[in-house]
């Protein structure tokens, strides 16, 4: 009975120490693999610091970059700024440049066409009056056909003042011809009988071999009679008679006289 316990625990003393055997056995293993774990995590560690690092730096050179695309967006947009300005007052520039081109323009043309009537006004042009030609001014010309037209409208004081006027301004005129018979008319029409006189006696005289000499004469005569002065009438009348008999002037005197007989 005794022999079975102590084999029992000589069997238990076996496996104890067989347990501590292997303890002791596997106890360098087991703190090789608790070194192995501390250098894994202190490398994980590491490499996470390294990563985080690169992080930070990546971080601070991304917002570097973007405060310097920031601050040369922000220059590039004042240059813009700049620009607009800048083409705004050149526009302004251009319009006021414009503006004054198109003035001087319209200025040039205005002096221009002055220069032009200004020329045309004193350039000689040829014209004719009772089938004669000569050279007048254009304001000669012009002034001419005003006076004659007021002789035709029968206002003959205005065309009394406007062709004395013509006669004084334009004494050598290729129209003095004209101008003289028609003043003698316009002064006849306008009652002035005296200065009528004055008009027709001078053309008589300048112009003898005018077709309307005869009818001058008759003038003077008529005026004559006007102002009464019969006597005078009738030895002017004798003048004309002797000096242009076939005339219709001649024809028309004698049948007054016979009239007044």
Request: proline fraction near 3%.
């Amino acid at each position: 009975m005794s022999a079975a316990p102590a084999s029992r625990s000589n069997g238990w003393f076996a496996w104890a120490g067989a347990a501590c055997l292997m303890l002791a056995l596997s106890a360098p293993a087991a703190r090789a693999g608790l070194f192995d774990d501390d250098e894994a995590r202190r490398a994980i560690l590491y490499l996470r610091q390294k990563l985080e690092q690169s992080n930070e730096q990546s971080r601070a050179a991304q917002a570097e970059q973007i405060g310097q695309l920031r601050a040369a967006l922000a220059d590039l947009s004042s240059q813009i700024d700049l620009m607009r300005t800048e083409n705004a007052s050149l526009r302004a520039e251009v319009e006021q440049v414009a503006r004054g081109v198109a003035l001087l323009q319209v200025q040039l043309k205005d002096m221009k066409q002055d220069y032009d009537e200004r020329l045309i006004r004193i350039e000689p042009q040829k014209a004719s009056v009772d089938g004669r030609e000569f050279m007048a001014d254009a304001e000669e010309i012009r002034q001419y056909d005003a006076a004659m037209a007021k002789v035709r409208s029968g206002d003959f004081a205005a065309a009394a003042a406007a062709l004395a006027v013509f006669r004084s301004r334009y004494p050598s005129s290729g129209y003095g011809q004209s101008v003289l018979f028609w003043l003698g008319n316009a002064q006849y029409g306008n009652r002035s009988y005296a200065d009528a006189i004055s008009s027709f006696r001078s053309f008589a005289i300048s112009y003898p071999g005018d077709l309307r000499a005869p009818e001058a004469l008759l003038a003077i005569a008529n005026c004559q009679f006007e102002l009464k002065e019969t006597k005078a009438a009738r030895k002017v009348l004798d003048e004309l008679f002797k000096t242009y008999p076939d005339s219709e002037a001649a024809q028309a005197g004698k049948a007054r006289l016979a009239a007044l007989k």
